[in-house]
C-alpha cells in the first residue's frame, strides 16, 4: 500500500478562506450583495484571530446554504474557472507548494480536503496539480440549480470519512499518510492519519498539538505560482521571424545607404 497527503485548503494551502477570495467575483455577477460580500470578509477576520467552533461553521454552512439556494451550478463553476488565476495565485503558500511537490516526488496520493464547495476545490485541484479533491457537494435540482441541501458535507468528523473511502479505493495505508491543517474542527482529519501536521494552528489546535506531539508547522510566504514554475516565451512562428529578420535586414541596408561618408 501507498502513502497518501491529505491537505486542508483555507489557511494552509492559500492564506484566506476560498470562499471569501471569490467572494467579490460573485458580487460583480451580480448574485450576491455588498452586505453578504462585508459579512463574510469580517467572519474570515474572526476565524484568522479566534479559531472557529463547530457551532460558529454551523452557522456558516447554513447561511451559505440559504445564500446559494437557486443558483446555477453551471454558472459557479464558470465564475471560478475564469477567476481562478486572478483570485488564487497570489495567496498560494511556498511551504505548501514545496510539500506537495515534495510528496508527489515521493509517490505520495496528494489531496485537497475542504469544507468549501465543490464547485470551488476542483478546479484549485487542477491548479495545483494534486491527485485527488475531496469537498462538500451540494445538491442540485433537475435544472441544475442549488436546493438549498446538502448531500456531503466535508467537514469536522465527516473529512475522515471521506478520506477512508478514498484511502480503500486507491489503496493508501492510512497509518502511513500525512494530514495538514491549521483548525482544531479538523482534529478528526489529523488523527485519521500516522502523521499528522498542524500548520498555523488556531490556539485551541496549537494546544491539542503540543499536548499530543503533533508537529507545527507555519506557512508565511504567499507566491504566485507562476513565479514558481516559470512558462518559457513563446516561440515565434516561422512567419513571425522571417518577418523580423526582413525588418531587421532592411533597417541596416537603410543605414548603409544614409551613412555620412567618412
Not at 503558500?93 to 469544507?115: F, N, Q
Not at 486507491?170 to 492519519?193: C, K, N, Q, R
Request: charged share 25%; aromatic share 8%; with cysteine.
Amino acid at each position: 500500500m501507498r502513502a497518501g497527503a491529505f491537505f486542508d485548503l483555507d489557511k494552509t494551502v492559500i492564506a484566506k478562506a476560498s470562499m471569501v477570495a471569490f467572494g467579490r467575483n460573485f458580487y460583480r455577477e451580480g448574485m450576491i450583495s455588498r452586505r453578504t460580500v462585508m459579512r463574510a470578509v469580517y467572519g474570515h477576520f474572526v476565524y484568522q484571530h479566534m479559531g472557529a467552533s463547530e457551532e460558529k461553521l454551523a452557522e456558516v454552512r447554513e447561511r451559505a446554504l440559504q445564500l446559494t439556494t437557486g443558483w446555477e451550478q453551471a454558472r459557479v463553476r464558470q465564475i471560478v474557472r475564469d477567476a481562478l488565476e486572478a483570485v488564487v495565485e497570489p495567496i498560494i503558500y511556498a511551504e505548501a507548494l514545496d510539500l506537495i511537490a515534495e510528496h508527489k516526488r515521493s509517490g505520495h496520493v496528494v489531496a485537497l480536503v475542504s469544507a468549501s464547495p465543490e464547485e470551488i476545490v476542483e478546479p484549485l485541484g487542477e491548479f495545483l496539480g494534486v491527485h485527488r479533491t475531496l469537498a462538500t457537494r451540494a445538491r442540485v435540482d433537475e435544472a441544475g440549480r442549488y436546493t438549498g441541501e446538502v448531500d456531503f458535507y466535508c467537514a469536522g468528523p465527516y473529512k475522515p470519512v471521506a478520506m477512508a473511502a478514498m484511502a480503500e479505493e486507491m489503496g493508501i495505508d492510512l497509518a502511513e499518510s500525512f494530514a495538514y491543517s491549521d483548525s482544531a474542527t479538523d482534529a478528526p482529519m489529523l488523527e485519521a492519519v500516522g502523521h499528522p501536521v498542524a500548520v498555523n494552528p488556531d490556539r485551541v489546535l496549537a494546544r491539542i498539538a503540543r499536548e499530543r506531539d503533533w508537529e507545527i508547522r507555519s506557512f508565511t510566504h504567499p507566491v504566485r505560482l507562476r513565479d514558481r514554475v516559470p512558462v518559457p516565451p513563446a516561440r515565434p512562428s516561422a512567419a513571425v521571424a522571417g518577418a523580423l529578420a526582413a525588418g531587421v535586414a532592411g533597417w541596416m541596408a537603410w543605414r548603409a545607404r544614409h551613412r555620412p561618408a567618412s
